[in-house]
Each structure stands twice: as C-alpha cells, then as structure tokens.
C-alpha cells in the first residue's frame, strides 16, 4: 500500500504475527513442526519460527548434510541443495519428500565393493609423500553402563558390515586406490582391545588414553586393510566407560563421524532390547561416487582460467623461507589455541551471515585475509591486501546428479586456492579497525572471492587430479591453509552415553612425525556448544624451524580482534547488504547494489 505521494503507507500494513513463539511464527503443520525440532536440536536452541533461516541462525554446509540425513530419519526427503535455497523449516516443508514417494534408489548388489579409484584428496595425499600409515582420526566417547565386550563387538560389527569404506584396503599402484571386499570379511573382534577404566587422577586417565590412542595408531594398516581400531575402557558392572575410536583418514571426514557415531549408539540401544541392528540405508556408496566424480571431471573445463588466475600473482615468503617437505615435517610442527567469547562467537555465527547474506566460512576468511595482511606488512613481508589461502571443504557438494552422501562413510575433504583480497582497509589504524563502513566493504569483498568458485571449490582437485586432457600444473602449494569444522557438543562430564568425553584433549595429533607438513601456518576453527553458549575454538600450527612462537601468536590475536570488530560492526545501523551473487534474477555491480541500498535507507 502506498500513500498519495508514493511513498509506502506503513499504517496501512497489515501487523505481522510474531505472538506465536519466541522464535517467530509457530509451525502449523506436522512437517514444519518435524523441521523446526531438527533445527532446534542441531543448533542447539530453544526456539525456532518457521521462517527463521537454517544458515541466519548459526548453521553452516557441513550441518546441512546432518540436517537432511535427520530428515530422512524423520520421514522427510530432502537435498543440501534445498537446504541452501529454501533455508527456512516453512520453505523446506513445501519441497521435502516423504520416505514412500521418494525411497532410497536400489542399487545393484555389490555397488559399494570392489576397486574405489582414488578421489582427489587421496591423489593429493599421495603426491605429498612421507608415510602414511598413522595418518587417521579419532574420538573419545562415553560409554552407557552396563555396556558389555559382547555388544559392543556385535554394534561395531554392525558398522563395519554396513558402511564399505570401513573394510577397505590402500592399493599403492600407480594412482593408489581403494580395495573394498564383501561385508563380514572384517571381524570386530579383532580391532577391539579392552583396558579397565580405574578411578585416577585427571592427569593419570589423559596419560593413559594418549598412550592407549598412539599405540592404536600404530596399530593400523591400511594396506592390509585395518582401517580402524578400537580402544574400551571397560569401567565394569553398572559403570559408565569410555571407547577411543581410531580411524585411518582414508575411510573417514569429519562428516563420517556424525554418521559413524549415532549409527553404533542405536545398534548397542537395539542389542540391548534384543532387536536386530539396522542402520538406514547408504543412498550413494563410495565407490559410485568416486566412479562418478571421475567421469565428471573433464566437464569442469571451463574453471580452469579461475583457477589459474588464483594461483597466478604475489605470494611472498611468511617465514624465514619456504617449506620444505623434507625438513619440514610433523615432528617439527607447534601449536597454540585461542578461544573467541560466547557473545562475540553468537554474533559470527549469527548476527553478521544474516546481516550480509553470506555464510560463517565468508565471516571467518574475511577476518582471517585481514588479519594476515595487516601482519603481513607489519612484518615487513610484503604491503599488498591479496593473501592466498588453501581453502578446505568438506567435498559433499551436489556436482553428481542423483547422489545422496548424507550417508556415506570416507574421506571426501576437497582443498582448493581462492586469492582473497579485502581491500586497503587492512593497514591498522585503519578503516577496518575503526569499525567502520571498510568492515563491510572487507566481507562482502571476501564473500565474492569466495562465491567465485563453484561447488565450493571441488572442480579444482577434479581438474587438478582426475581430468587428465586438462591437467592443472603442479604447483607449490599455497603457505597459509584454512579449515572451518563446523559445530560440535563440548566434552560433556555428564557421562551421558556416545558423548565426547573430556579426556579427548589427550588424543594428540594424527599424522605420522616424519609426514611432511602442508602448509607453514593452518588454521583449523570449529564452534563448541558449552553450556555458557557456543565458543568458536582456533588451533593454530605451524613449521617450527620458520616462525617463533611470539609470532603465530601475533597473527592469532590480530585475527581474534578481527572477528571481534565483525561481530560488533554487525550491531551498526549502516550493517548490512547485498552482493552480487545474492541476485539471481538481475545483474548489478556492488555499486549499484550499494547505491539502491543507500537510496532505500534514505527514504525510510
């Protein structure tokens, strides 16, 4: 409705029915309600309106993929592709499926046995070189009371039966690849070692499970095919335990643990009733994605100027010199942590994605490309804005039509380069630090440079090491790597059954000390859910012989004062806008986006 001078007669408005919750309108329908009790459980949040967005409320890709497997749990078939464009419980419930109309394809026995070609983090493992045979993952849980060596061996049976890429074997020709054979061919019993978990010390029981998680470590062999080791300490007769996971990474993600984990809860739950254990299906097994993924690849042609023009430019030395794979290995490697607030991590997650439109990945990068420029030239290794950074993902895009991983156990992690440029306001002193209008100029810059790549950057591994008519060069790998984990429940002491344990932090790293490093400095962010709100949690390592600790530290405050400047900026009245890649239906430069967006403030 307007007014007679043209201008949106606001009385005229109908009121908007905010009543109904304190997370905005209620759910009116058994699927709305079905996904707002999704959202509110992965997020970790009391209240969720139907048209609150997944991403505005602290979601990210990675628990896109957990939000659609809990929804075909649930009776409801979604895609991660839908979750990204529809977003809201009340725009998901109009596309989603029920499990009837759209059940689980029926693949022709034996898809996911057999030979596995190598994805392209396996090639990219490969060319690293250094050993490998420790290289692996692992969690520490709590175990329910009454937990017996009889159940526990039958539910990890359970998962080595159903999820192929447990049972594999690395095959070392020339591509390397993965052998999968039958299910039952790999006996439980035989990966499991049982130690009693005594009364001790907090320091005593970290002591033991760092050296009861080495010596599993050790104890695997991906080329005879043991690819996971388990560790249970037995706590006895009614008492509450522990059990250490150890996985080879070959066969697991970060993704395949939020799968592997409530799959062995519900297998012991069903033992325990005496029910026969059984797991959803696995829509798309590893072998017919990697078989996918390799016919696709010459299909990613056209990226191949973006992903020369990342690689081509400055690049000057951090360190002392450049890394060298031979010298520079994990036995060389530091460490430091820090630790974001509850208040300023809400805000990251939340406040500032919805205010731009953009993605936390987007938040982070921004504060990580300005933070290292701004040490960069402090430094005096170079005055430029433009960082490059090796960017991982976790590689479940939607790129192979039909496919499903949502349930699919393996090591699907996709690395690309992406320059990132945030513009001259990374200097300190200026624009960026005062918190002003160069704040949101920086992300909505990085969010573009990001956005630039498609699929999330995993055409750069299919072209870099599966397309063989348009190979990309081998090139040194870019110094600075970055990872966003996503969100994960702190270590609970609350005992309660398949939660990380607080010892986990004696689990050390998970890599070989003679592998060689990646980059010269990463850095690996997740968010924790603790009880006072959601912590965002950096490690920081780096190659020790090319920085000293004091230095690291001083580009792992600026990035911490970094974010603090984005999470407050998002509180400003001018916060806020659209970008390019926001558009779909038109096409406008940053320039006229900002320009129609000033007008329209203007005349409010």
């Known amino acids: 409705p307007q007014t007679p001078n043209g201008k949106l007669d606001r009385k005229a408005l109908p009121a908007p029915d905010l009543s109904a ?65 529809h977003r809201t419980a009340a725009g998901l419930a109009l596309v989603a499926e029920t499990a009837e109309d759209a059940p689980v394809p029926a693949l022709p026995a034996g898809s996911g046995t057999g030979r596995v070609p190598a994805t392209p983090i396996v090639h990219w493992l490969r060319e690293r070189g250094g050993p490998v045979g420790r290289f692996h993952q692992s969690v520490l849980l709590h175990t329910p009371a009454g937990l017996t060596g009889e159940r526990l061996t039958a539910a ?32 439980a019993a035989a990966l499991i070692r049982r130690v009693e978990w005594a009364d001790a010390a907090a320091e ?17 062999d991906p080329d005879a095919g043991v690819m996971l080791r388990a560790v249970w300490f037995d706590g006895g007769p009614g008492r509450t335990g522990r059990l250490l996971l150890v996985a080879h990474h070959l ?26 254990p059984a797991p959803a299906p696995v829509p798309t097994p590893l072998r017919v994605w990697s078989e996918a993924l390799t016919a696709a690849a010459p299909r990613r042609a056209a990226e191949l100027p973006l992903w020369q023009r990342q690689l081509t430019g400055d690049d000057p030395v951090l360190g002392r010199r450049r890394l060298d794979f031979g010298r520079d ?27 731009y439109h953009a993605g936390v990945n987007d938040v982070l990068l ?139 932090d004696a689990l050390g790293g998970g890599a070989d000390p003679a592998m060689p490093l990646t980059h010269e400095i990463e850095l690996n962010a997740l968010t924790e859910d603790r009880p006072e709100g959601p912590c965002l949690v950096a490690t920081w390592s780096w190659a020790g012989d090319l920085f000293t600790t004091a230095e690291v530290a001083d580009l792992a405050d600026t990035w911490a004062r970094a974010l603090a400047v984005l999470a407050d900026h998002a509180r400003a009245p001018e916060a806020g806008g659209h970008t390019p890649s926001d558009l779909t239906l038109v096409s406008l430069s940053q320039a006229e986006i900002d320009l129609l967006e000033a007008d329209w403030r203007t005349s409010q």
Not at 159 to 165: E, G, K, M, T, V
Not at 204 to 220: F, N, Y
């Open 21 to 85: 919750a304190p997370g905005g309108r209620q759910a009116t329908t058994e699927r709305e309600e079905t996904l707002c009790k999704l959202f509110r459980e992965l997020l970790n949040l009391s209240a969720v309106g139907v048209d609150d967005s997944f991403f505005d409320l602290g979601g990210d890709s990675i628990m896109s993929i957990q939000l659609v497997s809990r929804a075909r749990a649930a009776g409801l078939v979604i895609t991660p592709g839908q979750v990204f464009e």
């Open 156 to 187: 990890l049976q359970v998962l080595l039966d159903h999820h192929d890429a447990l049972r594999a074997r690395l095959v070392r020709d020339d591509d390397w690849a993965l052998d999968v054979p039958e299910p039952g061919t790999v006996s």
């Open 204 to 220: 005593a029981v970290r002591t033991a499970v760092a050296a009861e998680a080495d010596a599993a470590a050790g104890r695997l």
């Open 251 to 276: 066969v697991v993600d970060g993704v395949s643990w939020r799968i592997l984990v409530p799959d062995l809860a519900a297998a012991c739950e069903a033992l325990d009733k005496g029910a026969e």
């Open 329 to 355: 290995t994990f036995a060389t490697e530091r460490t430091l942590e820090r630790t974001l607030s509850p208040g300023h991590t809400a805000a990251l997650l939340t406040d500032v994605p919805a205010a």
């Open 366 to 504: 921004t504060a990580f490309a300005v933070a290292v420029a701004d040490w960069r030239t402090r430094r005096g290794k170079g005055p430029g804005a433009s960082v490059l950074v090796d960017l991982e993902g976790h590689g479940r895009e939607d790129v192979v039509g039909g496919a499903d991983l949502s349930r699919t156990v393996g090591w699907f992690t996709s690395l690309h380069p992406v320059r990132l440029d945030p513009g001259a306001g990374h200097r300190t002193g200026s624009g960026f630090w005062a918190a002003g209008p160069a704040v949101g100029e920086a992300l909505k810059r990085i969010k573009e440079q990001v956005r630039a790549a498609p699929d999330g950057g995993i055409g750069y591994g299919m072209l870099r090491h599966l397309a063989s008519g348009t190979p990309l060069p081998h090139t040194a790998p870019p110094q600075l790597g970055f990872n966003y984990l996503g969100r994960f429940p702190a270590p609970s002491r609350s005992e309660e059954p398949w939660t990380a344990a607080p010892e986990a």
